[in-house]
């Protein structure tokens, strides 16, 4: 068990839709990332959050946006729904520090799946 | 982009034996991490180690980084049927973010 928690674990939605997806980081820890990992392939990295702020984003289109909140948890938030968004989404929290991040640790993810 | 390639992506091996993952990468790095995946669900952490560490071991695990080679190597000794899963290596390469880039994955079967 990680701590980390993320809602809800599957999803079917159709083309053109909304979804959003919920993560509460580890107590304690002030960053989130979020990652899709495709089936067969390893998690690509999407965006990450630090202190309510995007710190970094992946190779994603815009209509895939997140917030953080004031108790570091977050929501990714994908609009207009295309059938290669079907992947399982996971996000994972850690401690930043001045000297680097520690270990990330994974949430158990939301499969999401796209008609 | 994948920064990170495992090899072999698909191990089989009978209880007992020892498996070996390898993972090759493209830039510096401030640290290599891996993390094992049981049937697509979360991953878990299994071990960092740093780019001024060369070997750390945790448990039945051993893990060595050559970063004049770009490579590491995750080594599990005396293996059990519950280490059937997918194993990832993944490089955090610093810069502003801490993101962590994956590879493919091996894909470890222990036959019991």
């Known amino acids: 068990e990680t701590g980390v928690t993320q809602s809800p674990t599957h999803l079917i939605k159709t083309r053109g839709q909304q979804v959003t997806l919920r993560c509460s980081s580890q107590?304690?820890?002030?960053?989130v990332s979020w990652y899709q990992q495709a089936l067969g392939q390893g998690p690509q990295f999407i965006f990450q959050?630090?202190?309510?702020?995007?710190?970094g984003r992946g190779n994603f289109p815009p209509r895939f946006s997140g917030l953080q909140f004031p108790n570091y948890s977050s929501e990714l938030n994908v609009n207009a729904l295309e059938l290669d968004d079907s992947a399982l989404y996971l996000c994972a929290s850690s401690l930043a520090r001045a000297s680097g991040t520690e270990t990330q640790y994974f949430g158990p993810g939301t499969r999401l799946l796209v008609l | 982009s994948q920064q990170g390639e495992e090899d072999p992506q698909a191990l089989s091996i009978q209880e007992g034996e020892n498996a070996t993952m390898n993972c090759s990468y493209k830039t510096s790095i401030n640290n290599l991490q891996w993390y094992r995946q049981n049937s697509g669900r979360g991953l878990v952490h299994l071990i960092l180690?740093?780019?001024?560490?060369r070997e750390k071991h945790s448990g039945r695990l051993r893990v060595t980084l050559d970063t004049s080679k770009k490579s590491s190597s995750l080594l599990i000794t005396a293996s059990r049927a519950a280490d059937t899963a997918s194993y990832f290596c993944a490089t955090e390469s610093g810069g502003s973010n801490y993101k962590l880039t994956f590879g493919k994955g091996t894909l470890l079967t222990v036959n019991p």
């Open positions: 959050y630090y202190r309510e702020e995007e710190n």
């Open positions: 180690i740093r780019s001024n560490e």
């Open positions: 107590s304690g820890h002030n960053t």
